[in-house]
């Protein structure tokens, strides 16, 4: 591997038409990645991926909070930016520890998740479900010694505090029992202050194509240690600049990490060895 996306959802829907040739471009292109579980079938969908293309693919199970309840998400909610992968209305899943836990045996599981806390839409009860499930995917991530992967996000028009603030009083209540690399918080849209907060637990940052097209995030990126970075897709979701409005997949990852060199004044080099480097450390894969 040259490069490493470190969250992707290549077993989802959107690549039933072509999937293999999403993961032989990612091969020929020397690109790693780790398909991320969101619920049971999706969680199931991405360990059969990974061991039919065992060289380059791993997988993560859990439970991503807003299928913790029935809720219909649309294509601005989704970061879609109007292509063609459409809305969809999620059934709900109450989170089964013990189905999750046989799946999470399987070595080529390397972190639980994705789970956390989504605001974008909130009411009480929904809070409540996400707030359950998340904490048993943090006993679960304990009980087997495996990294979180962490969903977080705030709702319409807060710009601080919130879900991020939820997520690290949650985890704080667990920092004893956290493994030394506990995870990473994938797609980070907070400010510095709330990403050091982070980083004092020993997570990681991921960062997506969404550092091409804005610079909400330019601090962030640049004052992160460089151990402590990595480069995700989030595909088929949030296509890097090049590529806005079609359907992402995981070769896309190098646009990311040219992104990180350029804001930072590194060479991509540099920065390519460093988020694989971070990837292997924290995920644990060889």
Known sequence: MKFIDIHCHAQF???????????KRAQEASVGMINVGTQQDTSLAAIELAHKYPDIAWATIGLHPIHTSKSFHDDQELGMMNNELGSFTSRGEVFDYEYYKKLAQDPKVVAIGE????????????????RIAFEKQIELAIELQKPLMLHIRNGRGMSGGGAYDDVLDMLMAYRLQLTASPGDVHFFAGDWPTAKKFLSLGFTLSFTGV?????????VVKNTPLDMILSETDSPYLSPAPLRGKRNEPINVKHIVEKIAELRGLPVEQVQEAALK??????KIA
Do not use: P
């Not at 091409?212 to 601090?219: A, G, K, L, M, V």
């Open 278 to 283: 971070n990837a292997k450390r924290v995920f």
């Open 211 to 219: 550092i091409t097209f804005t610079h909400d995030y330019d601090e």
């Open 13 to 23: 829907a959107a690549y039933d038409s072509d999937r293999d040739e999403v993961m």
């Open 115 to 130: 789970c956390g806390l989504d605001y974008y839409r909130l009411d009480r009860d929904t809070q409540n479900a996400q």
